[in-house]
C-alpha cells in the first residue's frame, strides 16, 4: 500500500493479539487512556460486527469462511490505511490463520508495528467465555492453541496475573525501552 501523502510518516500499530476472551479489548482501552497520543483502537470484533448478524447460517460454512477470510483482509488493510494516512493504532487481533499472520508480515511492511501477545490461561479463559455468554462455548479453547505460534512478540502479558490497566502500564513501560520493534521484521526474514 501507498501512503496517501508521501511526506506523511506512517503511524504506528500496537498489534495486540491473543484469543477470544484474553482481555485485549479491555487492554486497549487502557492504552488509549495511557498513552502520550491519541490512538484509534481497531478490533477485529469491530469490523465483523459491521455486518448484519445471521449471514452464517445463511450462507453455511463454506462460503461464510470466504466472507470471513475476506473480512480480516479487509481488516489488515484498513489498519494499515490508518497508519500510512499518520495515525496511530491499537489492533486487536486473534490471529488464528497461518496466512492471516503472513498477510499482516506483507501489509505492515514499511510500518512500525509493535507485536504485542495477550496471554491468559486457558482455565480462565472456560470461565471468562462462560461468564460473557456472548461467545459461542470453545472458541477460547479453539483459538489457545493457534494465536500464538507466530514466533517472537515484541512485548507479551498475562490477563490473568496483571489488570488491563496494570496490562497497559506493561506495555507503555516496555516501548520506551525496546527501541525499535523486531519481532515482524524477524518473522519476515524466516519465511523470505
Known sequence: MEPPNPDQTPGRVILLNG???????????????????????????????????????????????????????????????????????????????PAWFTDCLRVFDGIEVVFVGVHCPLPELRRREAARGDREPGRAEFHFTRVHVHGDYDIECDT???????????????LTTIGTPRALDLARKSVG
Open 160 to 174: 490473568s496475573e496483571l489488570s488491563p490497566a496494570a496490562c497497559a502500564r506493561h506495555i507503555i513501560d516496555r
Open 19 to 97: 484469543t477470544t476472551s484474553s482481555g485485549k479489548s479491555s487492554v486497549a482501552a487502557q492504552l488509549l487512556a495511557q498513552l502520550d497520543r491519541p490512538y484509534f483502537h481497531m478490533p477485529v470484533d469491530g469490523i465483523n460486527a459491521m455486518r448484519a448478524d445471521g449471514w452464517a447460517d445463511r450462507l453455511g460454512p463454506e462460503a461464510f469462511g470466504a466472507v470471513l477470510e475476506r473480512t480480516v483482509l479487509g481488516f489488515h488493510r484498513a489498519v494499515a490505511g490508518m497508519a500510512l494516512a499518520g495515525n496511530d493504532v491499537v489492533m486487536d487481533h486473534v490471529l488464528r490463520e
